[in-house]
């Protein structure tokens, strides 16, 4: 069958079940299904797609049309300048949290040999992208997650940096391994009766431990901040990815642990995201 008409099946067949991003979607899980690049799908639409293919390219697309996210259907997603293995019950990188990668960089572009600490580092995509800009940074990641244990080894492999970043299955209530420089972490902040509105492609799909942030969406964030407090040195950074509505919350929570608020970063949609604070001495 011609790459014209399988993709326009397709691109028909997920708009009828309401998926946004019905022809992207198509053209990128085509290209999984021929092993080509999406440019190749746009450029030679006469290409010839045998039955082996046809078959495995209609299994995704009817998972898609449920709602399952591309990133998983196709193991893979770009974040920063990588691409990362993902898989189910790994929460999917999301371009807003770059901010944090963007926020890390500016602030030591000068200094050298920092020793950082991820808190829930799921697939591995804050933590890994460090690593892979700064040569001479040293990270440990801590997380509850059986699944983002096995995700995040797999990444840190194939990214070439896994001699320098130390992983364990730990909640952060009971961590007390080192004193950080830095840390970092992008942790569930979604109010509990909030789920429930968000789109089908997340709520039904991606892993509820990584965005269920508890009934006031802070209850991780707070337990973060208070063990952060312990395990960062004096004048160390935190820097804490947070919903669009919680900054004043959290800047409390921070002063109440001995943190200064430096600044709040936006992201993408001008939302505030990031907050970036330093521990002082009490």
């Given at each position: 069958?011609?790459?014209?008409?399988?993709?326009?099946?397709?691109?028909?067949?997920?708009?009828?079940?309401?998926?946004?991003?019905?022809?992207?979607?198509?053209?990128?899980?085509?290209?999984?299904?021929?092993?080509?690049?999406?440019?190749?799908?746009?450029?030679?639409?006469?290409?010839?797609?045998?039955?082996?293919?046809?078959?495995?390219?209609?299994?995704?697309?009817?998972q898609r049309a449920k709602g399952k996210p591309v990133a998983y259907l196709t193991k893979k997603?770009?974040?920063w300048k990588y691409e990362f293995y993902v898989r189910e019950n790994v929460l999917i990188p999301?371009?807003?949290?770059?901010?944090?990668?963007?926020?890390?960089?500016?602030?030591y572009r000068k200094k050298n040999n920092i020793n950082f600490l991820d808190i829930g580092f799921?697939?591995?995509?804050?933590?890994?992208?460090?690593?892979?800009?700064?040569?001479?940074?040293?990270?440990?990641?801590?997380?509850?997650?059986?699944?983002?244990?096995?995700?995040?080894?797999?990444?840190?492999?194939?990214?070439?940096?896994?001699?320098?970043?130390?992983?364990?299955?730990?909640?952060?209530?009971?961590?007390?391994?080192?004193?950080?420089?830095?840390?970092?972490?992008?942790?569930?902040?979604?109010?509990?009766?909030?789920?429930?509105?968000?789109?089908?492609?997340?709520?039904?799909?991606?892993?509820?431990?990584?965005?269920?942030?508890?009934?006031?969406?802070?209850?991780?964030?707070?337990?973060?901040?208070?063990?952060?407090?312990?395990?960062?040195?004096?004048?160390?950074?935190?820097?804490?990815?947070?919903?669009?509505?919680?900054?004043?919350?959290?800047?409390?929570?921070?002063?109440?642990?001995?943190?200064?608020?430096?600044?709040?970063?936006?992201?993408?949609?001008?939302?505030?995201?990031?907050?970036?604070?330093?521990?002082?001495?009490?």
């Open positions: 069958m011609k790459l014209e008409v399988v993709i326009k099946n397709a691109f028909q067949k997920l708009k009828r079940n309401n998926i946004k991003s019905a022809l992207i979607d198509s053209e990128i899980l085509l290209s999984v299904a021929i092993n080509k690049k999406r440019e190749f799908i746009i450029l030679n639409l006469d290409y010839n797609v045998s039955d082996e293919q046809y078959n495995y390219f209609q299994k995704m697309v009817h997603k770009f974040f999301r371009p807003d949290t770059e901010i944090i990668i963007e926020q890390v960089l500016k602030i799921g697939s591995g995509c804050i933590l890994l992208s460090i690593l892979k800009e700064r040569k001479d940074f040293k990270a440990t990641g801590i997380d509850i997650s059986n699944h983002a244990l096995k995700v995040c080894k797999i990444n840190a492999y194939k990214l070439g940096v896994k001699n320098r970043v130390r992983l364990f299955k730990s909640d952060v209530d009971k961590f007390s391994k080192g004193k950080y420089d830095l840390i970092v972490s992008n942790p569930p902040y979604i109010k509990n009766l909030d789920l429930k509105y968000l789109e089908k492609d997340v709520i039904n799909f991606e892993p509820k431990l990584a965005l269920n942030g508890g009934l006031d969406g802070i209850s991780e964030i707070r337990k973060i901040i208070k063990k952060s407090s312990e395990l960062i040195k004096n004048g160390g950074k935190l820097i804490l990815e947070i919903a669009y509505n919680q900054k004043e919350e959290v800047k409390q929570l921070l002063i109440k642990n001995s943190f200064y608020i430096n600044s709040v970063a936006k992201d993408l949609a001008n939302n505030e995201r990031c907050i970036i604070s330093t521990k002082i001495e009490k």
